[in-house]
């Protein structure tokens, strides 16, 4: 059974930093491109950033150059390090993990992200 679980997230004043994290069990990590969403209220879900199994990454253009994303093989742990955030990063963070067909076959429960100004 796969199961993706993040943790990390919580509230911080705009400029701060959090780093999420997407511990993954019940499938072969290394094999599995992942990525981080974000579903803000009365918003639609959005990519924030992809790693693929090369560890190349894609970003959004809203979070490029404040956010990394990376990932640990051998921990079985994906990362989303987030710096300068600003209250419009406030949202629900989900992790996913194996795109298949343009979307991903797994996802996580989400860790909830505000920012105060």
């Known amino acids: 059974q796969v199961q993706l679980a993040e943790s990390g997230g919580g509230s911080v004043q705009s400029g701060g930093s959090l780093r999420l994290s997407c511990a993954a069990s019940?499938?072969?990590?290394?094999?599995?491109?992942m990525g981080w969403f974000r579903q803000a209220p009365g918003k639609e879900r959005e990519g924030v950033a992809h790693?693929?199994?090369?560890?190349?990454?894609d970003y959004a253009d809203s979070v490029k150059g404040r956010f990394t994303i990376s990932r640990d093989n051998d921990k079985k742990t994906l990362y989303l390090q987030m710096n300068s955030l600003e209250p419009e990063d406030t949202a629900v963070y989900y992790c996913?993990?194996?795109?298949?067909?343009?979307?991903?076959?797994?996802w996580g429960q989400g860790t909830q992200v505000t920012v105060s100004s």
């Open positions: 996913a993990a194996c795109a298949s067909s343009g979307s991903y076959e797994y």
């Open positions: 019940g499938y072969t990590f290394w094999t599995c491109s």
């Open positions: 790693i693929n199994t090369y560890s190349n990454t």
